[in-house]
């Protein structure tokens, strides 16, 4: 069988009633009056009801009543002690005797009374007790409690349905009720009976079930009628279903793939075929930050915070519906372009400062040479330029025009380069 059970679900989906409606005779309080013959016509009275058997015999014979052809209940118009519990012995004249039957069962029917001996034997027969069934009929299938999941959509089932027998025998019909329209299948089931423990009777229905059938409902009808003179009668069922079909039950994350640098809302939602199923989620790292939403079908996972490290993790949800359990993963991850941007944003932005500084560096380092090299040079020409010729010393390769105009004489008869004449002032060169 290729089906599923459904556990822990609401209310279940089983329709399991009963309906009984009889009348119980009174038996207890009736009484059947047989008379003994010498040709008996069997004669038909309620379990429990009491018998009375009128016997007549000819004063000049025994008066004794037997049964089951030799047992002797009353003897010489007195009867046994043995049966004092079962029977009552009375004579009602001098020749007319009663036996009675306090509460009729089947032990007491299907035997010959007989009155008398010799040519004026006469006899008397109980042929059933009628007995009213007094418990419900039960159905019950080779399938449990739905709703049922069959895999192939297509599964034998059979239900069988028990009542009780007696006498009258039951009658006993199948039907299958789908959305208003009734189906005998009376003559397609199979009918057997038993004696142990108790009398019952089954009937017994199987068929290849498929969609088709789906929410229909399979009824039991029993019955029992008590013929004249009681006319009573019992009228019983009980039915199995509604046989829900659902299709193998499917679990979908949305998105399945999630790529992304720094998270701060992101949905999933893991949705179902069927709205009995339990859908959770798994597999959640734990410092990550979120919110469950549930919904017959549905349930949503919503991030809040995943952090900033880098991670790639299946986020798996799991659906349970019955014995059978499916899951589904969502992967998630840190994009892996989105991770090379920042992180060449981080070493283009660290290129771009160590070539500043290097420019800075090297800027101030020329800069610095540039300087002292023209100090250098500037402190030369004016060492030079103000060395004092030494009496009887003249400089062979550095030599000065003392008669160009970059020199003057001051007012000591000395040179003074660079220094021009003022208005009021002329010297003559001293020969």
């Known amino acids: 069988m290729a ?4 556990e822990n679900v609401l209310p279940p989906l089983i329709l399991c009633a009963v309906i009984t409606t009889y009348l119980k005779p009174t038996s207890s309080q009736r009484t059947t009056t047989i008379t003994f013959a010498a040709i008996p016509d069997p004669i038909n009275v309620l ?41 009552d012995f009375q004579m009602l004249n001098s020749t007319t005797g009663k036996l009675t039957l306090k509460q009729a069962t089947e032990e007491y029917t299907k035997y010959t009374y007989k009155c008398g001996d010799g040519a004026d034997e006469k006899y008397a027969v109980i042929g059933n007790v009628y007995t009213l069934i007094s418990s419900k009929p039960i159905c019950k299938s080779s399938i449990e409690i739905g709703p049922y999941i069959f895999e192939d959509q297509i599964d034998l089932i059979e239900i069988n349905c028990t009542s009780e027998d007696e006498v009258p025998h039951v009658t006993m019909s199948n039907y299958i009720i789908l959305r208003n329209k009734t ?4 003559s397609i089931s199979t009918k057997t009976t038993s004696s142990h423990p108790h009398p019952s009777k089954t009937i017994s229905f199987s068929t290849y079930f498929n969609s088709s059938f789906n929410n229909s409902v399979f009824v039991c009808n029993v019955s029992q009628q008590l013929p004249a003179p009681y006319n009573q009668s019992y009228q019983g069922s009980c039915s199995f279903g509604p046989i829900l079909f659902h299709p193998l039950f499917s679990v979908t994350a949305n998105p399945s793939i999630v790529n992304f640098s720094d998270v701060r809302n992101v949905v999933l939602r893991c949705t179902s075929n069927v709205s009995e199923v339990n859908l959770t ?35 798996q949800c799991v659906g349970y519906y019955g014995d059978r359990v499916i899951t589904t993963t969502a992967h998630i991850s840190y994009s892996p372009l989105s991770f090379q ?48 010729l030494l009496p009887g010393i003249l400089p062979t390769e550095n030599h000065v025009n003392i008669n160009s105009s970059s020199f003057t004489y001051d007012s000591g008869g000395y040179l003074s380069p660079c220094e021009p004449l003022q208005d009021d002032e002329q010297y003559d060169i001293v020969k």
């Open 47 to 87: 379990k429990n009801e009491t018998v009375e058997f009128i016997c007549e015999q000819n004063a000049n014979n025994t008066f004794n009543i037997k049964y089951k052809g030799n047992i002797v209940i009353v003897e010489n118009k007195q009867i046994k002690d043995e049966f004092l519990d079962i029977f």
């Open 183 to 186: 189906t005998d299948v009376t």
């Open 3 to 6: 089906f599923m059970r459904l």
């Open 341 to 388: 941007v920042t992180n060449l944003a981080i070493y283009l932005t660290l290129v771009i400062i160590i070539v500043v500084v290097c420019v800075a560096v090297v800027f101030l380092l020329r800069r610095v040479y540039v300087t002292n090299s023209q100090q250098k040079k500037d402190t030369t020409q004016i060492y030079y330029a103000s060395v004092d």
């Open 281 to 315: 989620w798994t597999n959640i790292p734990s410092h990550w930050r979120y919110d469950i939403i549930e919904g017959d079908t549905y349930i949503e996972l919503i991030f809040t915070d995943t952090g900033s490290d880098v991670y790639s993790v299946d986020i």
